[in-house]
């Protein structure tokens, strides 16, 4: 079946950037969100982008599309404490059939 | 935004008991619902998709009868987990998507312990 693949963990310091990594394989894909989970709590929506988008930004939240190669990223710039958590990258064709990574957990150090 | 309330957050209760699980759409009426499970440090695994006022759509490998679905309303769609046995332990998350057909927006999940 299609799978979408990301990172299990990343780490980084508190005020630096981070940068969350997925690759997808189904080109048919028209929704590519990212999610984030913290602990015993459900999935919040960060943010997503249609297939037909190169970048879109949301105040500390940056994502970028590469279809061609059928990668996404999500770039957290100024990253504090409170982001850490799991994200997941998905992708779905019509909001309806969403796949989901194994979600990368951020660590962000003091 | 969006809100997706889930009830009951977290439930323990014994072998052989069935439990229901809420899940309601606060501000919009949600057209579809989605049923999750999650194992730990793992991705979710959609269950079932149900639509209001019909029968809910199951995925492979997932029990009809074990997992009874109702979506009797534009607000509010169930989970039964029957006869729950310790290997139905998890965390379970709905989702719900409204007729504007936006991204889905997830309840905060309930965790299921089976003893």
């Known amino acids: 079946g299609e799978d979408v693949e990301q990172s299990l963990f990343l780490s980084v310091r508190e005020g630096d950037s981070s940068v969350i990594n997925c690759t997808y394989t189904d080109s048919s894909s028209t929704y590519l969100y990212w999610y984030k989970q913290e602990p015993g709590a459900g999935l919040q929506l960060l943010t997503y982008?249609?297939?037909?988008?190169d970048m879109k930004q949301d105040q500390r939240l940056t994502v970028l599309l590469n279809k061609k190669d059928k990668h996404l990223s999500l770039r957290i710039a100024d990253t504090q404490t409170g982001d850490s958590a799991i994200y997941f990258c998905a992708e779905s064709y019509n909001n309806n059939d969403m796949r989901f990574g194994a979600g990368t957990r951020l660590t962000v150090k003091p | 935004g969006a809100v997706v309330s889930q009830h009951p957050s977290w439930v323990i209760c014994k072998s052989g008991t069935s439990v229901k699980i809420e899940c309601r759409s606060l501000?919009?009426?949600?057209?579809?619902m989605f049923w999750y499970r999650q194992f730990p440090k793992q991705s979710l695994m959609l269950m079932a998709t149900s639509n209001e006022g019909s029968k809910a759509t199951y995925e492979q490998g997932v029990e009809k009868d074990k997992f009874l679905i109702n979506h009797a309303s534009l607000t509010l769609s169930t989970l039964t987990v029957t006869s729950a046995h310790p290997e139905d332990s998890s965390f379970y998350i709905c989702?719900?998507?409204?007729?504007?057909?936006?991204?889905?927006?997830f309840g905060d999940g309930t965790r299921l312990s089976i003893l």
């Open positions: 501000d919009f009426q949600a057209t579809t």
């Open positions: 982008i249609f297939s037909n988008m």
């Open positions: 989702s719900a998507m409204g007729q504007d057909l936006q991204p889905q927006h």
